[in-house]
């Protein structure tokens, strides 16, 4: 499986992005999908998931209330709704297949990684 991670830019602090995530394969809709992100020097954490039908969905507490992810498994999409960004929310946004139908925090129960998205948010 191949994801392609888009949708990312330079916007305002409390603008908004909406950042896509395009499967290869069919099979990614039966895996809970999870976006991470990277700023730098810092490590890798976890954003926000979704099960493999979108009917459960977890947020990092940072990120809750302002960021909203959705699927839709027609078109082997993921997207990542975000809102009243800060700058804190700059780096770098990977998207990921769960080994499982329903997603996790962990980056060890991810099996396939997109290549990232920049989004910068200027203050």
């Known amino acids: 499986v191949q994801l392609q991670a888009s949708g990312g830019g330079v916007v305002q602090s409390g603008g908004s992005l909406r950042l896509s995530c395009a499967a290869s394969?069919?099979?990614?809709?039966?895996?809970?999908v999870g976006w991470f992100r990277q700023a730098p020097g810092k490590e890798r954490e976890f954003v926000a998931t979704?099960?493999?039908?979108?009917?459960?969905?977890n947020y990092a507490e940072s990120v809750k209330g302002r960021f909203t992810m959705s699927r839709d498994n027609a078109k082997n999409t993921v997207y990542l709704q975000m809102d009243k960004l800060k700058p804190e929310d700059t780096a770098v946004y990977y998207c990921?297949?769960?080994?499982?139908?329903?997603?996790?925090?962990?980056?060890?129960?991810?099996?396939?990684w997109g290549q990232g998205t920049q989004v910068t948010v200027s203050s």
């Open positions: 990921a297949v769960s080994r499982y139908a329903v997603g996790s925090s962990q980056a060890s129960a991810y099996q396939y």
């Open positions: 394969k069919r099979t990614a809709s039966n895996n809970g």
């Open positions: 979704i099960s493999w039908n979108g009917g459960a969905t």
